[in-house]
């Protein structure tokens, strides 16, 4: 009888919908961020153990390789890390190699951009097709072709092999991004300029460049990252009797008898603090030229 009154309260079953309904979705945000926090974990704690490991001696690591934090605190491993894998030399080799090669993806990769989303043209739209099919293509696949090819342009083994490699394997992704961004632009922009004489390059310096800082930053940081990190390219192309790039230094504390993991945890961590400010800097620009370029209309 009592629950027969309580369903002809007006308001009653509609109450009791909403508090089902509320607790069902408390339940879902808290194992949501439940989800998060073991993801977060994951990522973390690698991290954090080898930035333990850089301040731990090598009998710790040894001794007691998952212990958290170390029983003594030192700063040799620096010393001896940057002695050893030649630090600021290698640190020389893999800036030049990223800064040149991010100037060469920023630069062509925004022209093509600007051209290609301008241009309403039956050749432009294939060669807009033929970049997305090359952002798939696995990079193991074609490193022997592109490094017999530095070999006939009598480049291998210097810098430049390596630059332009890494510039025509990251261009693909940076023109789809600067495409797909321009395209989203008002034609309205560069019309008025067009109307006035301007050319089509003065159109993209004055009108569209100052608008491409969030696309611009999303290419820093992901071609950025992708470079600074290269162990495979780097490894093939420069040998032995050229200074490595940090990564291929970083690999000399392994050996096929003993590794120097100290050395190594050191190594990764000085070499991880350049583009970890450059991911600082750029951040709040780097999800939004994701979100702003990803366009393939």
Sequence with gaps: MAKNNLNQIPGATTHKSNRIGGVSELASKIFGEFILV???????IPIYYFVIGAFKERGDIVKYPLLLTP????????????DKMNFFAALKNTGTIT?????????????????LSRIDHKAFRIYFAVIIALMVVPFIGVIIA?????????????????ILIQAAWNLPFSIFLYTG??????????????????????????????????????????TGIGVWNDFLLSLTVLNDSYTPTLMVAVQSFFGERTSEYGLAFTGILLASIPIMILFIFLQKYFIKGIAAGAVKG
Excluded: H
């Design 71 to 82: 029983e003594l605190f030192t700063l040799d491993n620096f010393g001896a890390a940057i």
């Design 99 to 115: 800064i040149v090669t991010l100037v060469i993806v920023v630069a062509f990769g925004s022209l093509a951009g600007f051209a």
């Design 146 to 162: 592109l490094i017999k090819q530095t070999v006939s342009m009598k480049i291998y083994n210097s810098l430049w092999a390596n």
């Design 181 to 222: 961004f321009m395209r989203a632009l008002p034609k309205e922009l560069e019309e008025a300029a067009y109307v006035d004489g301007c050319s089509m390059f003065r159109v993209y310096f004055n009108i569209f460049l100052p608008l491409l800082a969030p696309v611009t930053a999303t290419c820093l940081i992901r």
């Design 38 to 44: 073991v993801f977060s974990l994951l990522i973390w």
